[in-house]
């Protein structure tokens, strides 16, 4: 049975990937395994059958043979674990791969998500341009620490893991900040991680729900909800 997972029926990052369904269908993509698609409206997420997948009513949520999951992160561990190609086989180098992951959510995606929020709902605050500065300067600090790690290697722990894939779609969030600019090894990590075949199904795959939702043909360019999701 293939497994389900749920997203947005019309996405407010517009088609841009940045909503959290995308690590799930790339680390999908990634090993291979074909996968059904609900797509839930806002007004839906906080309904009954989806609260019982997901209680804090967010996507995406996972479900497969009884088995029902949501956080990303989580689901995305879950695929790596019953799949080759996105956690290594030595154990010790399988924990490094999975402490990347919890890195991406719980030490570099705050920061990042609090300057997006900041940029879109805090505009018109009086005191906004300072603490969009603050932010900026909390990011920078989170970006200097994973440029120095990373270097000149191709990815954070030798192969391409599940690791990177957390970390890359997080980063993704920079762009048009330009922040992600100012370290050219992440920019330059970003988009290897962009040019893998299994992104681009991904990618393309949520760009088409998009697209089919919007009565402007899916076109995403210059709207400010990009930034959430």
């Not at 989580?74 to 790596?80: D, K, N, P, Q, S």
């Not at 341009?129 to 120095?148: C, F, M, N, W, Y």
């Not at 962009?194 to 919007?214: I, K």
Request: with cysteine; glycine share 8%; charged share 25%.
């Amino acid at each position: 049975m293939k497994p389900t997972i749920t997203a947005f029926e019309r996405s407010p990052d517009c088609g841009r990937g940045l909503a959290r369904d995308m690590r799930v269908r790339w680390a999908l993509e990634e090993v291979g395994q074909p996968y059904d698609v609900r797509l839930v409206s806002f007004s839906g997420m906080k309904e009954p059958p989806h609260l019982a997948r997901n209680p804090f009513g967010q996507i995406p949520t996972y479900e497969e043979n009884g088995l029902v999951l949501f956080e990303s992160g989580a689901i995305v561990l879950h695929i790596a674990n019953h799949h080759s190609g996105l956690l290594p086989d030595d154990a010790d180098a399988r924990m490094r791969a999975i402490a990347w992951m919890l890195a991406a959510v719980a030490t570099l995606d705050p920061p990042i998500m609090d300057r997006s929020l900041c940029a879109l709902f805090e505009r018109d605050q009086p005191w906004h341009a300072q603490r969009l500065a603050t932010l900026d300067t909390q990011v920078r600090k989170r970006l200097g620490e994973l440029s120095r790690h990373l270097g000149d290697a191709e990815w954070l722990e030798g192969a391409f893991s599940a690791g990177d894939l957390m970390t890359v779609h997080v980063l993704l969030r920079l762009r048009g900040s330009g922040l992600l600019d100012e370290v050219p090894n992440l920019a330059t990590y970003v988009a290897r991680g962009e040019a893998r075949p299994a992104y681009q199904r991904a990618f393309e795959a949520q760009r088409a729900v998009f697209a089919a939702s919007s009565p402007q043909g899916g076109t995403a360019e210059g709207d400010s909800a990009t930034t959430i999701a």
